[in-house]
């Protein structure tokens, strides 16, 4: 009976888990990153907690193939996350490669009466 309460303890803490990963995935897409990295940092107890219930834990095979499923459900949700992540990385990335030559050509030819403008390499 034990096992069983600590087995839908341990469902239940995946499922937060889940719920934590969907809410990181909305404030990913509205960018709002400080609240995704407080609400990740928050989560890491809970997987922790969920280890050590797994690892103590007897499981039949009914209980084994949920909670696989769980966590494979799990593992996609942040999968996409990180995809998420990585593709605004890039698009960051790419934008302030953009900022920087043109920082570059407005120094070039930004005059004042003391300066002259500057010779820059096109390429970079």
């Known amino acids: 009976m034990q096992s069983r309460q600590q087995f839908e303890q341990l469902i239940l803490q995946y499922n937060q888990l889940i719920n934590g990963a969907t809410d990181i995935r909305r404030m990913i897409e509205r960018e709002d990153f400080d609240s995704a990295i407080t609400m990740i940092k928050s989560r890491e107890p809970i997987f922790l907690n969920c280890k050590c219930m797994q690892k103590f834990l007897t499981l ?3 209980q084994e193939e949920e909670l696989n499923t769980i966590i494979e459900e799990l593992r996609t949700l942040e999968l996409e ?5 990585s593709e605004k990385m ?3 990335k790419r ?11 407005q120094q070039a030819y930004d005059f004042d009466d003391g300066k002259t403008g500057s ?3 096109i390429e970079e």
């Open 119 to 121: 010779i820059i390499n």
């Open 81 to 85: 996350n990180i995809k998420i992540l």
């Open 90 to 92: 890039e698009d960051v």
């Open 95 to 105: 934008a302030l490669q953009t900022t920087q030559k043109n920082e570059k050509l």
């Open 60 to 62: 039949t095979i009914k």
